[in-house]
């Protein structure tokens, strides 16, 4: 008759406790050192947006003075999303066109102009007196210690980069009195 060894705990392969517990300790650890990197690339990226939805903006209303607003530009955001009749869309989409302002990436974006006595009707229906010389785009950050870069452009199609928002203080054309020429 012949003995039957039973298997040890010796003879037996693979992970202890202790190997488990290290790998999810390092793994802990280096997802912990890249989330800062990851923070930053991500404000980059939404400030990269802010800058991109700005030129948007400032496109779109150079094409509504020249094409639509006989010189003159829109007050409000709405008015560049109302289509002209001969044409197939808006100057700007409708996500942009909402209202007074917008939440895009990351920004809050808001534009105003102030409106011209004398100013003509425009070619997309928009009534005479509501055509304006000049207008303020600005973009604040909804997360401001994360990303505190704030942008603001007017009708002379610059865009300036500052750490405090351009409301209140950015003219409808000239120089920004604050910030950097970042376009």
Known sequence: MALIKSPSLESQSG????DLLFTCSLIGLVSTLAIPGLMRARGVAQSASAIGTLRVINSAQLSFAVTCGSGFYSADLPTLGIKP???YQAFLPP???????FIKQGYNFSMVGSSFTGAPGT????GSDFGAPGYVA???PLDQPGNPHFYGTNAD?????????????????????KGVAIH
């Open 15 to 18: 992970f202890t406790l202790i």
């Open 95 to 101: 996500e942009m066109t909402t209202g007074a302002s």
């Open 157 to 177: 199609g610059t865009i300036y980069e500052d750490t405090s928002t351009f409301s209140g203080v950015m003219p409808e054309s000239g120089p920004a009195p």
């Open 123 to 126: 070619c997309n229906g928009v």
């Open 85 to 87: 009749p001969a044409s």
């Open 138 to 140: 600005i973009a604040d």
